[in-house]
């Protein structure tokens, strides 16, 4: 039986002259397919050496650099399951993620060292390396010397190859298990749907801490061995500089609205571009549109999820509609009502999806996971999804309470109870509401206790900035003397997101 390690896949497709550009960029060094190769071995003894065995959960909350990308092949290479982390994410959220995945490594930015190794002590983790932005930090430095081959450990197709946490409905965070064959499937199946060559060059702006900018974009570029022009963040004036080099190139839809809005975005700077992806959130017509007249470029819109990677996708070749995700991928497909039954062709449901790419479970939440699975093992995604008489899916909106803020999501039942315990106040509800640049905005209605009569809404904003991830803070808080309730006694968030959208 090969070995299906994720690593061992992209080793085959690596170029045969090692020599070859992996990464380049503006702002980074260049390195090349052997540079990958060696650094990746490297970190794989020294995680080995650090006492991690195959299976150990590898927590990551670093910088973008292209240190942080070999540290991730490292994991895989010795059979470990990487678990990326939001560099928004402030200390009591690492502190949850630390104590459920119960890593056996850390790696952490420099200037987190002191609080994260506190947590990671209590914890029990062996080892807490530091890598910085720049790539430099304890993690480089006690690899430095050791042996550039490692034997890519045997993983089987359903061993764990990495960790993702999403914010659950009910408020905690739930572990999505990867495993090798559920990416590589993927993989594979994006790679020759989107067309990938050996001269394709992607441009990536992304952040790598999640499905998107780490496993879609990677992974492709991977499998064709085409080079990455890899940007420390998406920078509007950076993306344009580096566009006429590249041929692909992946964003959230709030990546598309900022393009647009600079005079430099031009048709001449896109004159070497193939494709231009969109997806995490939804992609307006409007923007869509624009996009087409400004560079002639159609953008293709696809639709996924971190459960299950990319689920469908608009055509490579054939029509790419606005509004709309194209057509299911390699997975089976169903929409269906809350009771599982499928709905007529044309309705709204619930889009229910089976195959290679839906991963393994939450992380010690068998209950969880049970409950978002049917009896014959289609995955309930919680998208309100229709099917169209042109046989393309568009999904018209959620059934799970979530907000999508510029990609990222944020679930408001989160938000409401970290809310809830300031003093002060009785009951808060978060609803989203539109908002230009990043699609959907978070916004906040606060029922005061009345204990502190002059708590204003900046005392929120700033009492949830101190404990929470940036983009979770919301746009703005309301105070009010009640909220709106239907004869249950549940919370009216649609009225809610209607006043939230004219205030
Ligand atoms: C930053 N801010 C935000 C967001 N990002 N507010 C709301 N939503 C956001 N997404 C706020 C900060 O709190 C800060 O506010 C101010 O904006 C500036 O912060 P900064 O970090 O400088 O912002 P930025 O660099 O301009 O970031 C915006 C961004 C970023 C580039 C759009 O959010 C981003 O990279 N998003 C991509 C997310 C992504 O990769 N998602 C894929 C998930 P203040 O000044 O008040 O402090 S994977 C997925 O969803 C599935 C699988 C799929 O289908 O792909
Ligand atoms: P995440 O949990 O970060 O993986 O986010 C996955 C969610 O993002 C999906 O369940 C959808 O609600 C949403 N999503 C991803 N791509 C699209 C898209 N193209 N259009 C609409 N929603 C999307």
Redesign the pocket.
Known sequence: MPNKNLYSLFDSRFPANRADIAFEGPEIASYSFQDISDGSARLAHLLSNSGAVPGDRVAVQVGKSVEAVILYLACLRAGLVYLPLNT?YKSAEIEYFITDAEPAIVVCDPASHTEISALAEKAGVKAVFTLDNDGMGSLMDSAAALPTDFTTVERASDDLAAILYTSGTTGRSKGAMLTHDNLASNAKTLNSYWQFQAGDVLLHA??IF????LF?ALHCAFLSAAKVVFLK??DPATVIASLPEATVFMG?P??YV?LLTEAGFTKDVCRNMRLFTA???PLLAETFKAFEERTGHVILE?????EA??ITSNPYEGERKAGTVGFPLDNEVRIADDAGNVVKDGDIGILEIKGPNVFKGYWRMPEKTAAEFRADGFFITGDMTQKGEDGYYRIVGRSKDLI??????VYPKEIESFIDEMPGVDESAVVGRPHPD?GE??VAFIVPDGSIPSLTDQDVIAYV?EKLA??K?P?EVYIVDDLPRNTMGKVQKNQLRDRAAVV
């Open positions: 928004a992304l952040p999640h499905v998107h900018g879609v963040k998406f959230v709030t990546f900022r997806g995490s959130a696809r639709y996924g999820m971190t990677g990319m999508i803020s510029g990609g990222y999501n990043f905005a978070v900035k940036n983009f803070v746009k």
